[in-house]
């Protein structure tokens, strides 16, 4: 716990006042973190933090758009590449550029700083069950167009892209593989995938966790759009190694970073900006790999062992640059919503 303290005391000022301030954060139903680390946030600075999960990230963004200018919270986590543009269209964010911000890895910095801090960083990925297709002796797919392939009907689940932000991801790079115009186009590829059984979800916590083989019993797809760097989060300490793995082939991945930002409307606007910087924190920053499944922003952060041996980085991602995705997300959705769900 000292070295916790400690660590934070180098990156988290302390509020000097009377009564606690209560902070409420808005994320999506993944978020997850240490006890010990927040204890000692709180314990530093005087803050007390109220975690309000509302669902997934396109959720949560739609539910602060909807609440703009007089908050559920104070601060919004899990706004990702994405739906960002959403949210800063309907800006929904005060300003404020963290002094931690030099810590990040260059990478990650971009013009939207200003507005929303990046806090982690993985991959939108198939993940599989091994076990499963070791059993029935199945070849894995090893390209976006063999998911169509009569060999996986009924394998695969995927979650909507207007309620959650790996469905977007999915779907993006669906449209950066296929293309919107000719012969064959991203709405053709959706249109094979629904004849082939895919199965449709609201959210990723419902997709991974009640229709995925490996992380439910009563869960009959061994394939799920999820990330890069789940599949530590199977680990079996029986067999020694994780029951699931990731297909990282060129073009079936998407990078996704994940932003915090203080919402517009908080009456507690310096306990905010302490929250952001303390995402930003050595402590915090290491305690992501095996709480949410995600890679650190910030350089130099040891990562655990059994996140370094099973969450895999995809070495050719698919990047979409979110100046087309904000200018074609909603056509995107509207296109794939007529021609998946009705």
Known sequence: ??????????????????????????????????????????????IEVEILRGGDAGQIVNQSILTAGNPLADVLY????????????????????????????PRFLTEDVDSVTPVD??????NYDVAYFEENELDLPSSLADLADPQYNGLLVVENPA????????????VAEFGEEGDYTYLDYWTE?????????????????????????????????SYASSPPVTYDEEIGAATTESIVADGMCFRQIEYVGILD??????????????????????????????FPVVEDVEL??????????????????????????????????ETVLR
């Open 1 to 46: 716990m000292l070295g916790i303290g400690l660590a934070l005391l180098t990156t988290v000022g302390v509020i000097a006042q009377d009564e606690p301030t209560t902070l409420t954060v808005l994320t999506h139903d993944s978020f997850n973190i240490s006890e010990d680390v927040l204890a000692a946030f709180q314990e530093e600075t005087g």
């Open 78 to 105: 899990g706004v990702d590449n994405t739906f960002l543009s959403r949210a800063l269209d309907a800006e929904i964010f005060l300003p404020y550029e963290s002094s931690a911000l030099e810590t990040v890895d």
């Open 121 to 126: 960083y993985g991959d939108v990925c198939i």
């Open 163 to 174: 309620t959650s932000s790996p469905g977007l991801a999915f779907l993006a790079a669906t």
């Open 193 to 225: 995938l629904v004849e082939n059984g895919v199965l449709i979800t609201d959210g990723w916590s419902d997709a991974y966790y009640a229709n995925f083989t490996a992380a439910s019993e009563d869960g009959t797809y061994p394939m799920v759009v």
């Open 265 to 294: 409307g908080t009456d507690n606007l310096e306990a905010a900006q302490q929250f952001v910087d303390f995402m930003l924190s050595e402590a915090f920053q290491a305690d992501l790999p095996l709480q949410m499944y995600v």
């Open 304 to 337: 655990p062992e059994l996140f370094a041996d099973y969450a895999q980085i995809p070495e050719n991602p698919v990047v979409v640059d979110p100046a087309d995705i904000e200018e074609n997300r909603e056509a995107w959705i509207q296109a794939w919503t």
